[in-house]
């Protein structure tokens, strides 16, 4: 499986981007958990969200309310939606496919927002 993360870009405080990864093989969602992550300068990698067998989703506290995870099973892939974005938001953002055989990483993709 491989991972290409596309949808990044510069937004003003208070704007909406959309992340998309896009997965070389259909997504299975009994076989993999879909997840996001973000990291900004000089900090941690950061969990984001999960989207799973259902498809169920769970996100951190960080963007719960803001940030809406979701899966095209056509188009093999997953999207991130966020609202409401601050500069705190500002971070390179990554997918991940994760399975009882181990994880696959999406290159990641730039997320600026500023005024």
């Known amino acids: 499986v491989q991972l290409q993360a596309s949808g990044g870009g510069w937004v003003q405080p208070g704007g909406s981007l959309t992340l998309s990864c896009a997965a070389s093989?259909?997504?299975?969602?009994?076989?993999?958990?879909m997840r996001w992550y973000r990291q900004a300068p000089g900090k941690e990698r950061e969990w984001l969200a999960n989207?799973?067998?259902?498809?169920?989703?769970n996100y951190a506290n960080s963007v719960m309310g803001r940030f809406t995870a979701s899966i095209d099973n056509d188009k093999n892939t997953v999207y991130l939606q966020m609202n409401n974005l601050s500069p705190e938001d500002t971070a390179v953002y990554y997918c991940?496919?994760?399975?009882?055989?181990?994880?696959?990483w999406g290159q990641g993709t730039q997320v600026t927002v500023s005024s």
């Open positions: 991940y496919a994760d399975s009882s055989r181990g994880g696959i």
């Open positions: 093989v259909r997504i299975l969602l009994s076989t993999y958990t």
């Open positions: 989207i799973y067998s259902g498809p169920r989703t």
